[in-house]
């Protein structure tokens, strides 16, 4: 069982930058594939990036690439997503989950642990 709690959310302007972070407990952490997903108001949850087990390897959804940054440490069983040049269709609830896997995935429905979520809101 990995419980996972999301940290760094909140009110920036747009043009700004925001770290999340997730800490997992737990000691399998390193054994997990990362991922960052998101839930605007009345929209679905959609993908943001993902993570394999050891950082070598990172994907992100296409209209986010070149603003965020998904990374790991696995000494401290934290992953990072660092947001960029953030605008305002960037608010949302964002989410860390984990997967039981070392390969990182894209698809909700692979992940096995869900944080509660941090909320970003952008404002103009």
């Known amino acids: 069982q990995v419980q996972l709690v999301e940290s760094g959310g909140g009110l920036v302007q747009a043009g700004g930058s925001l770290r999340l972070s997730c800490a997992a407990s737990?000691?399998?952490?390193?054994?997990?594939?990362m991922g960052w997903f998101r839930q605007a108001p009345g929209k679905e949850r959609e993908f943001v990036a993902a993570?394999?087990?050891?950082?070598?390897?990172?994907y992100y959804a296409d209209s986010l690439k070149g603003r965020f940054t998904i990374s790991r440490d696995n000494a401290k069983n934290t992953v990072y997503l660092q947001m960029n040049s953030l605008k305002t269709e960037d608010t949302a609830v964002y989410y860390c989950a984990a997967r039981r896997t070392y390969g990182l995935s894209m698809y909700l429905y692979q992940y096995h642990y869900w944080g509660q979520g941090t909320q970003v809101t952008v404002s103009s």
């Open positions: 993570i394999n087990w050891n950082g070598d390897s990172t």
């Open positions: 737990g000691r399998t952490f390193s054994s997990y594939a």
